[in-house]
């Protein structure tokens, strides 16, 4: 839905799953705040599909720690056999 006020095009967004900058600027400058505030606060705030590209989520920390437990396990049973054949164990 666009609507024409002042000169300016405003354009209404309906959010399903993803936001960008610019529709959170748009927000901003519908709500009422200052267009050179409202560029700056959208910068900084993290869209939905921004947060899922650059901070992990329980599931990335459960994979990372399970596949360091492999690499741990893996690197104990390569030093235990390592010191079996050089004969310091057994």
Do not use: C, H
């Not at 329980?58 to 690499?71: G, M, P």
């Amino acid at each position: 839905m666009r609507e024409l006020t002042g000169g300016k095009i405003y354009v209404i967004f309906l959010y399903l799953m993803t936001t960008t900058t610019l529709d959170i600027y748009n927000l901003l400058v519908n709500a009422g705040i200052a267009e050179d505030k409202a560029q700056p606060l959208a910068k900084e705030i993290l869209s939905r599909s921004e947060a899922k590209e650059i901070l992990a989520t329980k599931a990335d920390l459960v994979r990372t720690e399970n596949r360091l437990i492999i690499w741990m396990v893996g690197l104990q049973v390569a030093s235990l056999g390592l010191l079996f054949a050089s004969g310091v164990l057994g």
